[in-house]
């Protein structure tokens, strides 16, 4: 489990990035995602940027039926909505297209022009009002995160989702050891990454197939696997397919042995000196 704020969630969540965006494809995503709940999914991320609000109107309409307390609901807003009035806006339009008086994590998608103490101001100022439980970031690496902290109130952040995974481990070097300093929980997107779209040849690999292999999963499971490892990283795949769903799920029960994550570090080490952050 994973603690995001004061509440303990299933480690792998739904990504909804590009669903949403073709018709004929919604009936499949609905029953996606209505599957991940219904097994035990709570969190599902989206944002206002993800076809424009087409994926939060794909998701309101899926989670119609279910208790709203029994889903985790995480949205993102454009940087250049980081300042009143267009940051309530977006909180609103957020909102409605979701069908729900409150997102349980609010974040800023990535660094903004807006000075961050106002941005913070307004988003505290949405908890208190409860259309908000809790605020955090995207897309910030370690002196963002540092001066987040050092502003009044940046205290309350609660989370921040970067590309984390396998392939994509930059992260390891400063800004994850820093986060778990400060109890700074990371939301990892593209955590299969995106199989091998990105020219890291990821699922030919001969030793992630024999691990596979040992666990009776799949390449991408072990990815997975990898990935949540350590109790305060939550993973977000994307997925559309309610079997794809249900291997997601299954990944969180799979151990890693020491032996397989030295094998896995051979493969893909760790980063030695600090790298620009990895952006999708």
Known sequence: MVQLGKKELFPIGMGTWHMGDYPEKRKQEIEALRYGMENGIEVIDTAEMYGEG????????AIQD??????YLISKFYPFHAQE????????????RLGTDYLDLYLLHWKSSTPLEETI???EKYVKDGRIRAWGVSNFDTKDV????????????TANQVLYNIASRGIEYGLLPMQREKGLPTIAYSPTAQGDTRGDKITSNKVLQKIAKHHDATVFQVMLAWTIRHDDVLAIPQSSDKKHIQENIDAASIKLSEEELQLIEKEFPAPKRKMPLDII
């Open 54 to 61: 087409n994926s939060e109107n794909l998701i309101g309409e």
């Open 66 to 71: 279910v208790k709203r307390e029994d889903i």
């Open 85 to 96: 009035p267009d940051l309530e806006r977006s909180l609103e339009n957020s909102l409605k």
């Open 121 to 123: 101001e307004s988003l």
């Open 146 to 157: 540092e001066e987040m902290r050092q502003t009044a109130g940046g205290e309350n952040g």
